[in-house]
């Protein structure tokens, strides 16, 4: 039996969802804990202003995060708390807008014998080519590509992991999606599964998209060449640390496990 939990991090106006989820991973013989989400809209200004301050850091955003997107970061944090709080190895974390769509079994039993690996995500950008591929049994394989996957609606994390970016972030100037691109800066070797176990609902309601995309068209008209800055150093920035994860092999670990 593989020593890992499961958290579904869902919004209480929307526990029909991680119901759904649970059921699921019941099929599978596993279970999982809900975990309430942070309602982002319910954070007062100040806090808000303190959490993610009021300038733009072109390394590690394009833009101010929306009070969504903060609530997205404390949401996954607190089911990060839960897990240090339990002996569990790692653990699957689920936003409640996912359908799994096969069993989990064959890669929690994989990511339970390996070492060399911070965070899993259980599904990948079939655009990306990967430039790292590491077999682990069952027709799947771990694999990295030189453009991170984005999104963290459903992936596994370890537990000392998890424990130090709770720790180490008290300020939150990106999106935790976009933090999770920058795989050397954070030292997480974040790898992706090579099929798609789970896939975002299409169908689901977004508590985050329309006040993010509002945050995307708040610039001024003079603000226009100070974007175009902000985006640029970003992509640098960005550019560096993929460049630096691949030419150090920083995602390089133990041989594979078939």
Known sequence: MAKFRSFIITMKDREDHAKAILNRLCDFGSYATIVEAVDGQ????????RLVGRHVNCRK???LMSKGELGCW????????????????????????????DDLTPIANAL??????????LYRKKTRRPLFKRPI??????????????GTFAYAIRREVAE???KSHEQYQSPIDVEFRFRSRNRIR??????????????????????????RTQFKEEDRVWKL?????????????NSKYFLFHEYRSAESLE
């Open 112 to 121: 339970e014998r390996m070492e060399g690996w911070d965070i899993v995500k």
């Open 164 to 166: 130090r970016l709770d």
């Open 229 to 241: 800055l902000c985006n640029a150093i970003h992509f640098f920035s960005t550019l560096y640390d």
């Open 42 to 49: 319910s954070i007062s200004d100040d806090a808000f202003n």
């Open 190 to 215: 974040v790898l992706d599964c090579s099929e798609d176990l789970v896939i975002h609902d299409p169908n689901s309601r977004s508590t985050i998209e329309p006040h993010r995309s509002l945050q």
């Open 74 to 101: 404390l949401s996954h944090k607190k089911a990060w708390r839960e897990l240090g709080k339990d002996t569990a190895d790692f653990a699957f974390i689920f936003e409640d807008d996912v359908i799994i769509i």
């Open 137 to 150: 049994g069952d027709g799947l394989a771990l694999t990295a590509s030189f453009s991170a996957t984005s």
């Open 61 to 63: 955003s394009k833009r």
